[in-house]
């Protein structure tokens, strides 16, 4: 139980387009999904908070306008980069849980900005 | 705010050697402490997680203790195999029963020889 996919698991644009990543909790409702970016041998950097039905809260630094987040349903959430760039290349996790502490992640996106 | 330190890897341990991996941290209030691992190229996998104080989670031969007096939450294995070969990252939630953020340190790169 308490599988997360993404997809796609690999995507290359070019620049200046939009991407969009779907996360998706298979088996479960998740009432809060979580947005992750992560470098090459680094941590994970939180982006963002998305709640079912409302609008995601964006952490300090991270814009909101570029980094379009969707939670339409309790199984669903999306991340669009918008006008991608190179230096938007990275590695994208996603989470959820369905009300209790415990996150569980999905296998990640990697973007190539081209 | 909440921090997580990790110590830096890489470490390079021979088959059947002794792990440890140290994790402090640094919290208002009674966080739940975590550990996961990440192989390459995929996301995050909960390793094994602790709720509170001198709590141990275990899990795979892995273990680590909640200690609140020295704020710390060391990873250890008596017997590490080639297949332990990952990314390991300490973490915390500052809430525990409901959604919450999760920080997570740096990340430390085990590699295991034969």
């Known amino acids: 139980g308490a599988v997360v996919s993404q997809h796609p698991s690999r995507v290359i644009c070019k620049s200046g387009t939009s991407v969009k990543i779907e996360c998706r909790s298979l088996?479960?409702?998740?009432?809060?999904m979580f947005w992750y970016r992560q470098f090459p041998k680094q941590s994970l950097m939180l982006m963002a908070t998305?709640?079912?039905?409302?609008?995601?809260?964006?952490e300090q630094g991270v814009e909101k306008d570029k980094f379009l987040i969707n939670h339409a349903s309790l199984t669903l959430s999306t991340l669009t980069v918008t006008s991608a760039h190179p230096e938007d290349s990275s590695f994208y996790i996603c989470?959820?849980?369905?009300?209790?502490?415990?996150?569980?992640f999905g296998p990640g996106t990697r973007l190539t900005v081209t | 705010g909440n921090s997580v330190t990790q110590m830096e890897g890489p470490v390079t341990l021979s088959e059947e050697a002794f792990l440890t991996i140290n994790c402090t941290y640094t919290?208002?209030?009674?966080?739940?402490l975590f550990w996961y691992v990440q192989y390459p190229g995929e996301g995050l996998q909960l390793l094994l997680k602790?709720?509170?104080?001198?709590d141990k989670g275990s899990n795979k031969g892995f273990e680590a203790t909640y200690r609140k007096e020295t704020t710390s939450f060391h990873l250890e294995k008596g017997s590490v195999q080639v297949s332990d070969s990952a990314v390991y990252f300490c973490?915390?939630?500052?809430?525990?029963?409901?959604?919450?953020?999760?920080?997570f340190g740096t990340g430390t790169r085990l590699q295991v020889t034969l």
């Open positions: 602790a709720t509170k104080a001198d």
């Open positions: 989470s959820a849980n369905g009300g209790v502490a415990e996150q569980y």
């Open positions: 919290a208002t209030g009674y966080p739940s």
């Open positions: 088996d479960f409702q998740a009432t809060t």
């Open positions: 973490a915390l939630s500052d809430r525990t029963g409901t959604a919450s953020k999760l920080t």
């Open positions: 998305s709640n079912e039905g409302s609008k995601a809260t964006y």
